[in-house]
Structure formats: C-alpha cells, structure tokens
C-alpha cells in the first residue's frame, strides 16, 4: 500500500508541474501599460523634486509647459534646504489625446529653522507617450514655489 502511495504522489506532483509549465503569461493591456508609465512619472516627479534634481525634473515635463513654471520649480529647489513632497494619486482618466491625473499631495519645505507644510489636490496632465510627460497642473501645484512661500514675490512674466 505505501508503493501505491508514493506512484500517485508522483503521479499527481507530475500532473501539477506540466500544468504549470503549460499556462502563458498574461500580457497586460494597453490601458494598464499606460498606467504604469504615468505612475512611473508620477514617482519620478516625486522623487527628483525631492532630491532637487532640476535636470532630471524637467526630463518627465513637456517642453511645451511654460517656462514660468519650470522656473518656479527651479527656485523653490534652490529656496528651500530640504523637500519632502508625497503624492497620492486617487484616480486616472485616459482618453486616445493623453491622461488626467486625480491627486492629493502634502508637502514640506523647510529652511534653516522654518518649516511650511502644506497640502493640496491638482489634477495633473500628462501626454500619451511612451514616457508620458506632464503638460499641466490644475488645483493646487504643490510644485510652485509663489503658492508655497510665506513671502508672495511676483510672478517673472513669460
């Protein structure tokens, strides 16, 4: 009887193992690669305006966004000693044109002994590459230094 045991022990391990060898990777869809590429923006975002990265910021931004606000950027970077910026994406709209990005961020931006924390929902826009790029913000720009300082400068005109 244990023979008998051991031969459909193997029998049924054999069974397993060509069933599992005979199933195919799924491949995502168009829409689910198409998320991953925006989150993936989105982190890098994230990430590099954290680091105070500007080069590498300004990679994951059209070039058709204006230059007022890649200037903004720029100066809070170099305003601020320390950026902690977190982005909690809520939902992703998709059409064939690009995305729209449905946020709540919370920030902090501290100098010397001066801390601002601030928080905020945007809609971010992104193109439909194979990199998506951000073309634009709406709602509150957790990116913009005028809306983040204490002290209100002027905008530099485009």
Known sequence: MPMRKF???IIIFLA???L???SKAVKPSEDVVRIKAILNTITKLQKNYNEKDLAAF????SPKYNSSFKNSVEKGMLEFDELNLTIHVDRINMDRDGAGVSLAWEGEWKKADKKISKSGNAIFAFTNDAE???T???GNNPFDYY???PIRPERPSE
């Open 7 to 9: 031969k459909n022990s």
């Open 16 to 18: 397993v193992i060509s």
């Open 20 to 22: 599992l060898s005979c």
């Open 58 to 61: 300004v990679t994951f931004v």
């Open 132 to 134: 998506p790029k951000l």
């Open 136 to 138: 634009g913000i709406s």
């Open 147 to 149: 809306s983040i300082s």
